[in-house]
């Protein structure tokens, strides 16, 4: 049984589909990197998991219990926890105030976990006090995934997490997602840095016009003359 | 000593008084434009509806024998403030619930709030026809005046103006506490802040809009009822402030709970300066003043106290559109 597991999924926001039978399945053990061209339907992928659309057709199944077309606020207590790309930090609240709201669903204390997303991030616990929105880019976004981690995900869905970051900030983060992977949680992520992402996965997917062009490891992916040409931009360099 | 005395009286204590009911008013329009995004044109008479609640209920305490040597409005106001609520909650249910359910654009919210505004006054009126009431029929108003040396006047202030200046105090002092601390009123400030994020991480926003209705209706019987033991309750009692609340709720910075405060306060302070005679204060001079200087120095007349308002609201939304507390601006 696959942690998250996609069906023909067709979704939309009323009217025209955007996604149009799109099949993804991967297991806790995996960083899931769905790939493809803009307008692909990759980010709405994450959204329609997430129930922020309406899923028109297919099933969306999560650790074997049918999640389609419910609620966020039913779906993270489950274990879903999800970084949109944009606006994802709480501006006007402090960086622990973003961090308490990731851990809101939970009943149980969340110190240790918010001990952990410290370690894994230090400079937000030397800015714990300060506003979210006076951050830079990359520690916003370490902010973000902080926030998603505190409500102890079993799947951590990424949407383009090294958008408008640094080199230096995208290599960072990336290793912090191999290592949140490594501690249990499955990782499904979007990424335009293609070829950096597929490099970390262990499953890829390739999306064009809202249906799977090509689905394998990370590695058959990067190796595919198809893929490469159409979209890591070209044959892979020496 | 006179002159200081005077202007204690009628610019300190009249702009507290003034300050705490648009402060109070003004949180609650300032909260409700940052959960829901619209401007709540019936706050006012939701102010109104809370006075007149407070009254019925002190009839009904007076009509079972109870009598004390303080306004009965005192011990019925947590029960007001109560149905206050549930009246808020059950105003939402019926006009605004089903239009944000329709994803209705934030200007139907406003002209819906408009008729509900047109509804309250009806139903105030039909009820309790259009004269005023008392809340002191059965007991006198209680006036402390406090001697000063060297000064023949006395500051002079009504007991109800100071329960209202202190429990206004300790309301805003409690709602800090609730935004800063708690798990809920940290939600609230994050579904103000983005709500789609507040949404992906699992908090109810049904659950947060409930609290924002009762909050800003509680803080809105208060302020309703302490206008009314201050005056006397009437059916167009606080929509006739309507004005200076929403000034103080943009200049403060829409969705700007400490901004609302501040401009709360500063525009009742504004509005007592303008129509304080200054006159009074160069009297010791008066031998010295040439003839020219008239004998009433008040920046604007006292009818038309309520242009001030307006005058702050303009100015700030040229020198800084969004607030001194920079809010949302739209």
Known sequence: ?238 | MNEFVFFLNNVVISGLVAGSIYALGAIGVTLLFGILRFAHFAHGDMMTLGAFITLVLTWILAGMGVSSGLPLAYFVLPLAIAITIVAALGLDRLFYAPLRARGAKPVTLLIASIGVTMMLQGLIRLLFGTGTYSFFEEVPKVIYRLPVEGATRAITFTQPQAVGVVVTILAVIALHLFLKRSRNGKAMRAVADNPDLAQVSGINIRKIVRLTWIIGAGLACLAGTFLALDVTVKPDLAFNILLPIFAAAIVGGVGQVYGAIVAGYLIGFAEVLAVFNWSVVLRPFRDSLPDWVPTTLAIVPTEYKVTVAFVILVVTLLLRPTGIFRGASS
Do not use: H
């Open chain 1, 1 to 238: 049984m696959s942690l998250i597991d996609l069906s023909s999924v067709v979704a939309g926001y009323g009217g025209v589909p955007i996604l149009n039978g799109v099949d993804i399945a991967i297991d806790a053990s995996d960083i899931g990197v769905i790939v493809g061209p803009n307008g692909a339907g990759k980010s709405t992928t994450l959204k329609a998991i997430f129930g922020l659309l309406k899923v028109s057709a297919g099933a969306i199944r999560f650790a074997g219990a049918d999640i389609t077309n419910a609620r966020p606020d039913a779906l993270v207590p489950m274990g879903l926890g999800y970084v949109p790309q944009e606006k994802n930090v709480f501006p006007s609240l402090t960086v622990q105030e973003n961090l308490e709201m990731g851990a809101f669903v939970r009943t149980d204390g969340s110190g240790d976990t918010l001990a952990s997303v410290y370690e894994m991030f230090p400079p937000l616990r030397e800015k714990r006090r300060q506003k979210a929105g006076e951050l830079s880019g990359g520690q916003r976004q370490m902010v973000a995934m902080g926030r998603a981690l505190m409500g102890k995900p079993k799947l951590l869905m990424l949407d383009e997490p090294s958008a408008g970051l640094s080199p230096k900030y995208v290599l960072e983060i990336f290793e912090r997602i191999v290592a949140i992977n490594r501690g249990g949680v499955g990782v499904l992520m979007v990424e335009q840095n293609a070829r950096q992402a597929l490099a970390i996965a262990s499953r890829g997917f390739v999306l064009a016009g809202g249906k799977n062009l090509f689905t394998g490891t990370g590695r058959a992916l990067l190796d595919d003359p198809e893929v490469a040409r159409s979209f890591l931009g070209g044959a892979k360099p020496a």
